[in-house]
């Protein structure tokens, strides 16, 4: 079945520092999605990606769609104390089921 | 709107027993997902179901669990009888028909199985 595998699992980033996530899948996804949790939350859905080569910004945060729709990653910028918490990237092959990476937890020193 | 609704948000009980999570959708939303989230498992699709018809099961653990909707504003997931790797928080989420696939989550039920 379709995997998608999340790299690193961990990032400890000092505040104000810059950082990228990285998302793979094993077969082309129809689209990806990426979701933050915070400790003792519930995923929070934070953007979608369905184009080859898309990118979109959410202020300090900006992500890519790879060409062959089968790779993503999340860059932020200027690390804020905000930005704790895990980051999942999900994988649709068919627009409903998703598959989610394992996630990166970040943590932030001030 | 309220948000999806999950109840109870903290489960405790005792091997062999019968646990039963309930979840309230989005109003509107047409589909309908159960997931598992363990540290060892990470986040798992367990069922989901569009139009209250359960679409894709394969994601369910064994026989013991078992998932309905009755309606298109109510949904259960049971597990009996239940065991202690069991244990895990329980998120159901809701998404629309149309528009982007985003996925809301409920709050979660975390599930102790002692």
């Known amino acids: 079945g379709q995997q998608v595998m999340q790299i690193p699992q961990y990032q400890h980033v000092q505040e104000g520092e810059d950082f990228t996530t990285y998302c793979n899948s094993s077969?082309?996804?129809?689209?990806i999605q990426w979701y933050k949790q915070r400790p003792g939350g519930h995923p929070v859905f934070l953007i979608q990606?369905?184009?080859?080569?898309e990118v979109k910004k959410q202020k300090r945060l900006t992500f890519q769609f790879g060409e062959a729709k089968k790779n993503s990653s999340l860059h932020i910028t200027a690390t804020q104390t905000t930005d704790v918490g895990t980051y999942f990237c999900a994988g649709s092959p068919n627009d409903y089921k998703l598959s989610f990476g394992a996630g990166t937890t970040v943590t932030v020193r001030a | 709107d309220a948000g999806v609704i999950q109840s109870p948000r903290h489960e405790v009980t005792e091997m062999g027993q019968e646990v039963t999570l309930r979840c309230k959708p989005i109003?509107?939303?047409?589909?309908l997902f159960w997931y598992r989230q363990t540290m060892m498992r990470g986040l798992e699709l367990l069922i989901y179901?569009?139009?209250?018809?359960?679409?894709?099961d394969s994601g369910m653990p064994e026989d013991r669990f078992s998932a309905k909707m009755p309606n298109a504003s109510f949904s259960t997931l049971k597990i009996q009888p239940s065991e202690p790797r069991d244990s895990a928080v329980y998120f159901c989420?809701?998404?629309?028909?149309?528009?982007?696939?985003?996925?809301?989550f409920g709050p979660g039920t975390r599930l102790t199985v002692t």
């Open positions: 077969t082309t996804l129809s689209n």
């Open positions: 990606l369905v184009k080859s080569g």
């Open positions: 989420a809701s998404r629309p028909a149309g528009g982007t696939y985003e996925q809301y």
């Open positions: 179901f569009n139009n209250n018809v359960p679409i894709d």
């Open positions: 109003s509107g939303h047409d589909y």
